[in-house]
C-alpha cells in the first residue's frame, strides 16, 4: 500500500522509491516491484540511459485502491496523530499523496492548488492537487510551465500543525485563489478533526 501512494504522484525511479520508504531493503523493495509488475499492478519503463534508469507507475488497477489508502490515512489520523518526537522525521508528502482517496470535496469544486514544503529535505518540495467532478489528483514536481490557480507554501511545522486536528493554518502563506486554496488544505485538516473527534 505504500508503495501505491508513493507511485499515486506519477512515476518514479527506484531510487526514489528507496527515499520514499525508509527501512525497506533494496532487495525487498525490488521483489514487490518485480511482483506488482507481474500482477499488473504496476507498468516498469526502461529507459537506455548510462546509468540505466526505469520508471514504476501504477496501472488502472491499482489506482482503485486509492480509497483503501485514504482509508488507511483516516486510521492513522484517528489512532496514531500526535506532536512529532524529537528528532522525528515527517514526510508531509506522504499525507498529500493520499489525497485522491482522502480528500472529499464539492463537485464543483475545480482547479489546481501548488502545495508546497519549504525545507523538505534539503529543498523546497512542491506538490499540485488538481480538482475536477469531486475528484483529486496529485502531481510531484509540476511541469515547467504548468500553472495551479492557487500555491501555500510553509515550514514542515506549519504544514504539521494545518494538517493536524487543530487545522491551524496561520503559518502558511497564501497566493492565487485563497477559496479553492482553503478548500484543499481545510479537506485535509477536517479529516484529521474528524478522526480525532471520533477517537
Same mark, same amino acid.
Given at each position: 500500500?505504500?508503495?501505491?501512494?508513493?507511485?499515486?504522484?506519477?512515476?518514479?525511479?527506484?531510487?526514489?522509491?528507496? %527515499?520514499?520508504?525508509?527501512?525497506?531493503?533494496?532487495?525487498?523493495?525490488?521483489?514487490?516491484?518485480?511482483?506488482?509488475?507481474?500482477?499488473?499492478?504496476?507498468?516498469?519503463?526502461?529507459?537506455?540511459?548510462?546509468?540505466?534508469?526505469?520508471?514504476?507507475?501504477?496501472?488502472?488497477?491499482?489506482?482503485?485502491?486509492?480509497?483503501?489508502?485514504?482509508?488507511?490515512?483516516?486510521?492513522?489520523?484517528?489512532?496514531?496523530?500526535?506532536?512529532?518526537?524529537k528528532g522525528e522525521d515527517?514526510?508531509?508528502? #506522504?499525507?498529500? %499523496?493520499?489525497?485522491?482517496?482522502?480528500?472529499?470535496?464539492?463537485?464543483?469544486?475545480?482547479?489546481?492548488?501548488?502545495?508546497?514544503?519549504?525545507?523538505?529535505?534539503? *529543498?523546497?518540495?512542491?506538490?499540485?492537487?488538481?480538482? #475536477?467532478?469531486?475528484? #483529486?489528483?496529485?502531481?510531484?514536481?509540476?511541469?515547467? *510551465?504548468?500553472?495551479?490557480?492557487?500555491?501555500?507554501?510553509?515550514?514542515?511545522?506549519?504544514?504539521? %500543525?494545518?494538517?493536524?486536528?487543530?487545522?491551524?493554518?496561520?503559518?502558511?502563506?497564501?497566493?492565487?485563489? %485563497?477559496?479553492?486554496?482553503?478548500?484543499?488544505?481545510?479537506?485535509?485538516?477536517?479529516?484529521?478533526? #474528524?478522526?480525532?473527534?471520533?477517537?
Amino acid at each position: 500500500m505504500l508503495i501505491v501512494r508513493d507511485l499515486a504522484s506519477g512515476p518514479r525511479r527506484f531510487v526514489e522509491l528507496q %527515499r520514499t520508504l525508509p527501512g525497506i531493503s533494496t532487495e525487498q523493495l525490488r521483489s514487490r516491484l518485480n511482483r506488482m509488475v507481474a500482477d499488473g499492478l504496476l507498468t516498469r519503463q526502461r529507459y537506455r540511459e548510462v546509468p540505466p534508469r526505469v520508471d514504476y507507475e501504477l496501472t488502472e488497477r491499482s489506482r482503485e485502491l486509492m480509497p483503501v489508502v485514504g482509508a488507511l490515512a483516516r486510521w492513522g489520523y484517528q489512532w496514531t496523530w500526535s506532536s512529532p518526537r524529537k528528532g522525528e522525521d515527517i514526510n508531509v508528502g #506522504a499525507i498529500f %499523496r493520499t489525497a485522491p482517496g482522502l480528500l472529499d470535496l464539492p463537485r464543483s469544486a475545480r482547479g489546481a492548488v501548488e502545495l508546497v514544503v519549504e525545507g523538505d529535505r534539503g *529543498g523546497d518540495r512542491s506538490y499540485v492537487v488538481s480538482l #475536477a467532478g469531486g475528484h #483529486a489528483t496529485i502531481s510531484e514536481r509540476p511541469e515547467a *510551465g504548468e500553472q495551479a490557480d492557487a500555491r501555500v507554501s510553509g515550514s514542515i511545522r506549519a504544514w504539521i %500543525r494545518a494538517l493536524g486536528p487543530e487545522g491551524e493554518a496561520a503559518e502558511l502563506a497564501y497566493s492565487g485563489n %485563497r477559496s479553492l486554496a482553503d478548500a484543499v488544505v481545510g479537506a485535509f485538516a477536517s479529516e484529521a478533526a #474528524a478522526a480525532a473527534a471520533a477517537a
